[in-house]
């Protein structure tokens, strides 16, 4: 069985910053793409950032120069650093991951239970 647990929500005022993480934990063999997704108030999910295990990130356009994503493959951690946050960032982020597990043999997606952002005006 394959965990996410992201940590590192919270409230923030305009202008603020943040630091999410995301931990993987379980029967895992190998990790592939990360990313994290948010999800608004009546709106549908949509991609933040991703990650793959070669290094290569890609970013929504509303978040790029804002929010960096890393990741620690040795931890099985992915981060999200999100500076200069506005309103418009309120969300719940979840943590996004592609995991090749042992037991079973399998390659699946997983998800993290997701983390609040809050950014007051």
Excluded: H
Excluded at 13 to 25: D, F, H, I, K, P
Excluded at 70 to 80: C, E, I, M, P, Q
């Amino acid at each position: 069985q394959v965990q996410l647990v992201e940590s590192g929500g919270g409230l923030v005022q305009t202008g603020g910053s943040l630091r999410l993480s995301c931990a993987a934990s379980g029967s895992i063999f190998r990790i592939n793409t990360m990313g994290w997704y948010r999800q608004a108030p009546g709106k549908q999910r949509e991609l933040v950032a991703t990650s793959t295990r070669d290094g290569t990130d890609n970013y929504a356009d509303s978040v790029k120069g804002r929010f960096t994503i890393s990741r620690d493959n040795a931890k099985k951690t992915v981060y999200l650093q999100m500076n200069t946050l506005k309103p418009e960032d309120t969300a719940v982020y979840y943590c996004n991951a592609f995991i090749m597990t042992i037991t079973p043999i399998r390659n699946a997606e997983y998800w993290g239970q997701g983390t609040q952002v809050t950014v007051s005006s």
